[in-house]
């Protein structure tokens, strides 16, 4: 088993910066892929920021130039830097890996960690 834990998230005034951790644990054999989903009220989760085990990084076009991904895969971490923030990034923030452990091997598994929350104000 493999399990996520996040932390960072919090309230900050709009055009302020937060960064977001979530470190990975457990009978990890191989991490493929991190990054981050958020879920607003209201709304379905989305896709944020991704990393793979190649170094390629993806961001949503809402968070381009604002946001930046990045990894130590020595600690299992990624860290989610975020700057200019906007109300409309109120949300729940989700760590989500794809992962190769013990368990499953060869097959990979996707992970969830259990959410932060990060509301920005006006």
């Known amino acids: 088993q493999v399990q996520l834990v996040e932390s960072g998230g919090g309230l900050v005034q709009a055009g302020g910066s937060r960064r977001l951790s979530c470190a990975a644990s457990?009978?990890?054999?191989?991490?493929?892929?991190m990054g981050w989903y958020r879920q607003a009220p209201g709304k379905q989760r989305e896709l944020v920021t991704f990393?793979?085990?190649?170094?390629?990084?993806t961001y949503a076009d809402s968070v381009k130039g604002r946001f930046t991904l990045s990894r130590d895969n020595a600690k299992n971490t990624v860290y989610l830097q975020m700057n200019s923030l906007k109300p409309e990034d109120t949300a729940v923030y989700y760590c989500?890996?794809?992962?190769?452990?013990?368990?499953?091997?060869?097959?990979?598994?996707?992970?969830w960690g259990q959410g932060t929350q990060v509301t920005v104000s006006s």
């Open positions: 989500n890996a794809e992962v190769t452990d013990r368990r499953s091997w060869p097959r990979r598994e996707t992970y």
């Open positions: 457990g009978s990890i054999i191989e991490i493929h892929v």
């Open positions: 990393i793979t085990s190649g170094g390629t990084t």
